[in-house]
């Protein structure tokens, strides 16, 4: 029975499913747009160093 119920809730997760993998898409590549801004900064602060 629990299985049942289990499987009649996947229709409603694919929408909340495709919206979180989505969101994350998005997280990762702000992240890593981040992180290679820093490592730009970082290296022209040290050639300004130099």
Known sequence: M???EAFDL??????????LVYQLDCD???????ADDRSV????????DL
């Open 2 to 4: 629990i299985e049942g």
């Open 10 to 19: 996947v229709p409603s997760l694919d929408h909340d499913l495709a919206d």
């Open 28 to 34: 990762v590549q702000c992240a890593q747009s981040e």
């Open 41 to 48: 900064d970082q290296a022209l602060t040290r050639l300004a």
